[in-house]
């Protein structure tokens, strides 16, 4: 298992200020981190990039569609400007030597039709993703899709969708990912949603149902943990985690109160949860069970 700290806890553009964070990430037990792409040229990262070699730290990053670049559009210039960004993206994770970009760019974020998807919109989704998967296998980058829960966006809630998305885009380089938040608000089994997505698993974020410190709320962290080892899941598993120390940020969290005590509280307590998670569920499908963390 490799274990890692979203940033965006922190800010939506990691620079020079937040280097001292990542050796301080580095020595909690990290490692890696997820950085957030949302602008920028790819040799913008490179600095990033060569306080990330010095540290010692892997990276996966995190990226989003917007209006202007909605890959599911009626309107051709905006799918193309959405292939445009996500190429981009590649370039971006090139440099950055990352192993997998995941986010919800299937679509925009907090853009709805007033009805579900269509299937002309989840075959332009396929489209801009399948050309996008076939430049990540240039760069050796796995591309893992985000569903979110129904008040963020319509395209894609469920695991069962995001297995069908998968299927659509076939392509080797395109598989789907698993937060505990969203599954949280859509999913009625986080155990059969797992099972659902575990053939294209490729990333996991740990999140808790207020977005605080994992391990302090609601979620059914047994079923999650435990149907993980039993799909022998042994990927990245990354804390994600949000704030108000960046109003923008906040707002678009919908981030109104504090939910920890500190950032510090998030990631070292929240590393230790999903260390001993893992270790209670590893024993548990030990002994002779079929599946489970080797």
């Not at 920028?40 to 996966?60: F, H, S, V």
């Not at 090139?94 to 299937?119: D, R």
């Not at 894609?156 to 069908?164: F, I, R, W, Y």
Request: glycine content about 10%; some cysteine; overall charge negative.
């Amino acid at each position: 298992m490799k274990y890692g700290m979203n940033l965006l806890l922190w800010s939506g553009s990691i620079g020079p200020d937040h280097y001292p964070l990542l050796a301080s990430l580095k020595a909690a037990g990290f490692d890696g981190v997820e950085v957030p792409v949302f602008g920028g040229e790819p040799a913008d990262y490179k600095p990033l990039r060569a306080e990330l070699d010095k540290t010692g730290l892997k990276c996966t990053t995190v990226t989003i569609l917007t209006a202007e670049t909605n890959a599911v559009s009626p309107d051709p210039a905006v799918r193309q400007k959405a292939a445009e960004w996500l190429r981009k993206v590649v370039d971006i994770n090139h440099v950055l030597g990352a192993e997998t970009v995941v986010g919800p760019y299937h679509s925009a974020i907090g853009v709805f039709s007033g009805s579900g998807p269509t299937a002309d919109e989840k075959n332009r989704a396929a489209d801009i993703l399948r050309s996008t998967a076939e430049y990540a296998a240039t760069a050796k980058l796995m591309l893992g899709i985000e569903y979110l829960n129904r008040f963020e966006c319509y395209l894609l809630n469920t695991a069962a969708g995001a297995q069908e998305l998968v299927g659509l885009v076939d392509h080797p380089n395109f598989r789907t990912m698993y937060d505990s938040f969203h599954a949280h608000i859509e999913e009625k089994d986080p155990a059969a949603a797992i099972r659902t997505v575990a053939p294209v698993l490729a990333h996991v974020h740990i999140s808790e149902n207020d977005r605080g410190t994992p391990g302090t709320g609601q979620v059914n962290w047994d079923a999650t943990f435990d149907t993980l080892a039993e799909v022998g899941y042994d990927g990245w598993m990354v804390i994600e985690a949000f704030g108000r120390a960046l109003p923008a940020l906040a707002a678009a969290t919908r981030v109104w109160r504090d939910l920890f005590p500190s950032p510090e509280d998030v990631y070292t307590n929240g590393l230790a949860f999903m260390k001993d998670r893992v270790a209670a569920a590893k024993a548990g499908h030990s002994g002779g069970k079929s599946g489970g963390w080797g």
